[in-house]
């Protein structure tokens, strides 16, 4: 805990603070999974912190550390009456010295980037919130199958393709939450792509889609629509990667929100072409 101002200071969340958090996410419109809070805190348990005045919680956020290397902050939420009163600049970098020398990506709201580029963030390129209504599937693709347990160590290598470290513990807990589903595709004995849908406030998320090409991703996708069929489903697309957005249109998808992506330290080194749908705009 570090005391900010007299009146105020920042803690380090505990897990019920976590659910706190996640439910001012859904009153912001940010449409959480139902399981947002217990899955986002296996991600890092000292990484969720919180703003407390006088004994009441008015700012959050997370700053999720994976490795020495890299770490994402999200959950950025101030309460809003107590807004433009420096609560949240204070948390920000508190956030920060937590994630050390770190590279740190953000996705910021449009508005606010020219704050995130005063505190150090740099931006390299949009995402994009698509929604439909779920529909039956196009084909049936046998290469496509449900996620089992002996998959894993096989599929976090896959992930770390995608995703700038490795999120071992995390990763298992979003795949095996409840109230989702996660498909693999295989061909030939090797993973050539997974997706993973959660239940949300409103409808369903699907993220990560990672694929190694826009056939695969499209399937996966497809897929995951084929027992939500009429129910929301909403895909957060990377910006840099035009064959995401094309899959996106070809669903006839219609765009809700937008993003930034920002990073202190450069774009990470990943294979950015295999990323159709990305996990979650908190946790990068």
Known sequence: MSIIMDRYEIETMKAEHVATAVDWAAE?????GLHDAETFFTADSHGFFRGVLDGATVATGSAIVYDNTFAFCGLYIVAPDERGKGYGLALTKARLDYCGDRNVGIDGVLENVEIYKRVGYEPFHENYRFKKRASKPRLDELQIRPYEARDFPALKAYDRQCFPAARDQFLRSWLEQENAKALVYEQDGEIKGYAVRRACREGHKVGPL??????????????????VEGDSVYLDVPGN??????LAQRNRMEKVFATMRMYRKGLPDIEHEK????????LG
């Open 28 to 32: 912001e419109g940010w449409n959480p």
């Open 210 to 227: 990672f694929a190694d090409d826009p056939a695969i991703a499209d399937a996966l996708f497809s897929a995951l629509q084929a027992d």
């Open 241 to 246: 990667n035009p064959a995401a957005i094309r």
């Open 275 to 282: 990323v159709f749908g990305i996990t979650t705009f908190e």
